[in-house]
């Protein structure tokens, strides 16, 4: 599939707990549309590969290194390979469209 | 800089005639808002590379192979690497926010 039309209202296959997803994997760029219910939280993480994506509804707390950030719809975030980051969702569900570099 | 604020009101700088872009390079991943001015087009290239975004304003005909398809916002597209892929644009201009892998 190479057009997703409109990503909010592309159905989606249960992933992790709370977590939603649809994703295109290619060789070295996985794409995926996450949703994220309410009341998560992903208190921080790593990995060597550079990730990021855009919000598409909902709000979302992200954090990468010492910068913290309420994103909404249409904010979009860059995290550096190595950079510790993680996020929290509050009252309602977030969706958020990710890229990030697949491993070789 | 992590976040993007709004990404349809980022200033963006001259990138190539018709196009305006903003971007964020890292090692490995290109992440670039790019603004596309009315009446252009790329009648099609290919690059051993992936691409990935969607479209955050107007609306623009992306083609990737033998596909061809009207994108507006929240609309996304993937393009594997290889593929030969073009757009055109029509009477406004257009936003997406793209990723692609950089090569090493």
Redesign the interface.
Known sequence: ????????VVSLQDFRPGIKSRA?I????I?A?MEIGPGKEDPGHEHP????G?V?EGTIE?F??D?R?L??P????????G?FHGWKTFGTAVKI?D???KQA
Chains 1, 2 share one sequence.
């Open positions: 599939m190479y057009f997703w039309e409109n990503v909010n295109e290619g060789d070295r760029l794409m549309l590969f550079e990730q990021c855009i598409t992200m990468v290194g910068q950030q994103l909404k249409m904010d979009a975030y860059f995290i550096p390979a950079a469209l890229v990030s570099v």
